[in-house]
């Protein structure tokens, strides 16, 4: 009879000893698994992003292109229609002047109109479609997806066609007796539909 009940306390002793190490190991594993589904989720949305505003590059241009060519004739219209209607007040005349040129210094020129608003219009993008591959729990942090550089086409070739994304989503890995935050950076490149 002693034999058996040594047998039964040594069973309770491995299994005290082995059952938190199999569950952090259960944990770990787990927790490897959620890092790798949001790596591949933002990996997809940014590349999603990057081939969809491709295949817009060429209207992207255009745009560009009219807003070279109009910007500049469309505020010197403005002003001069206001300094007609001023007659002779000199003061006014020479505010608008100063006015006029720093509006022209605060608008893009020179093909970077897009590229202007484009971190912006990025992130939302690829915030929306990582939304749609992670589930919804608050590990995979879409609100916390930030644009570190993007680029937008203003050419027809070399590097300047291409379209450029790259971004950076936090992860809060939480675990008994241990937590992290996990930076997971991920770029997206695609030459824009600009016609060459």
């Known amino acids: 009879m002693r034999l058996l009940k040594n047998k039964e306390g040594s069973i309770t002793l491995e299994a005290a000893l082995i059952i938190p190490i199999f569950l952090s190991f259960i944990l770990l594993l787990s927790s490897f ?12 949305a940014v590349d999603e992003t990057v081939q969809t505003s491709a295949h817009y590059a060429y209207l992207g241009l255009a745009v560009q292109g009219l807003i ?17 209607a001023m007659d002779n007040d000199t003061v006014a005349k020479y505010l608008l002047d100063k006015l006029v040129d720093q509006v022209k210094g605060e608008i893009p020129s020179s093909g970077d109109v897009v590229n202007h608003f484009s971190d912006g219009l990025f992130e939302t993008l690829v915030k929306e479609k990582y939304e749609k591959y992670v ?7 879409p609100g916390g997806i930030k644009v570190l550089t993007s680029h937008y086409t203003t050419a027809t070739s070399g590097d300047s066609a291409d379209i450029v994304v790259e971004v950076e989503n936090t992860l809060k890995l939480v675990l008994p007796f241990y937590q992290k935050d996990i930076k997971i950076k991920k770029i997206g490149i695609e030459r824009g539909w600009v016609g060459n």
């Open 68 to 84: 070279d060519d109009t910007g500049e004739s469309f505020i010197g219209a403005l002003t001069d229609s206001a300094k007609g």
């Open 33 to 44: 698994v959620k890092i790798s589904i949001a790596e591949i989720s933002l990996q997809k």
């Open 135 to 141: 589930p919804s729990s608050s590990f995979y942090n």
